[in-house]
């Protein structure tokens, strides 16, 4: 069984168009990252949320950590094309390690 | 803006052959990781370290990898006798506090090809 699932798996908009994608645990995380990387490139470090209830933003970007800490939401509004890629949360569950999704690719046409 | 930096950015080998992969952390960070992913697969935790010692490690990271701490800046992977399974990126990240305060910065990674 999958210990982070994130849906939808990928998802094709129009420029300009919101979305949410969503990372849901099976478990109660100590904390949630959220992290885009291109193809084949580097994870950029996006937000990270601790507290349940807690909501963050940066630019056009907000992440929500649920108030159980069981599921994060990303949402872009006005998506653009440089948002495109492919977005992967990480679970922190007290340990060293991040365990991730399999990740949402993103596509957002011009 | 601070970064984590890897080289190389691919390295082509011959299975049996040993591989370095280097890392230069954030400066002021004092945890440092590998990941590595396999192409089309998930990002999979190898190996974490701090303090010049390994804190804890997944089932991958058998006897044929390692890690090290050379000096005050570089901090390396070795893979001492490659296997075709061994072709991944692999990402280095460092943060400066600890789970589950700290914010966890990647490389861009290092592509391994192992013929």
């Known amino acids: 069984s999958q210990e982070l699932e994130q849906s939808p798996q990928s998802l094709i908009v129009q420029e300009g168009k919101n979305l949410t994608i969503n990372c849901t645990s099976s478990k109660t995380l100590y904390g949630l990252y959220w992290y885009k990387q291109k193809y084949g490139e580097g994870l950029i470090f996006l937000m990270m949320l601790q507290k349940g209830g807690e909501e963050k933003s940066h630019e056009k970007i907000t992440a929500k950590l649920d108030e159980k800490k069981q599921q994060s939401s990303l949402h872009i509004t006005a998506s653009q094309p440089s948002h495109a890629g492919i977005y992967l949360c990480g679970a922190d569950r007290g340990s060293e390690k991040l365990v991730f999704g399999k990740g949402m690719k993103l596509t957002v046409n011009p | 803006e601070p970064e984590v930096t890897q080289t190389p950015s691919h390295q082509v080998t011959q299975m049996g052959q040993e591989v370095i992969l280097r890392c230069v952390p954030i400066?002021?960070?004092?945890?440092f990781y590998w990941y590595r992913q396999i192409l089309g697969q998930k990002v999979e935790f190898l190996v974490s370290?701090?303090?010049?010692?390994?804190?804890?490690k997944s089932e991958i990271f058998d006897d044929q990898f390692s890690v090290e701490r050379p000096d005050g800046s570089n901090f390396t992977l070795k893979i001492r006798s490659t296997k075709l399974e061994d072709s991944a990126m692999y990402f280095c990240a460092s943060s400066r506090d600890r789970y589950p305060t700290g914010e966890l910065f990647f490389g861009e990674g290092s592509r391994l090809t192992v013929l």
């Open positions: 370290f701090y303090n010049n010692e390994i804190s804890e």
């Open positions: 400066s002021n960070h004092l945890y």
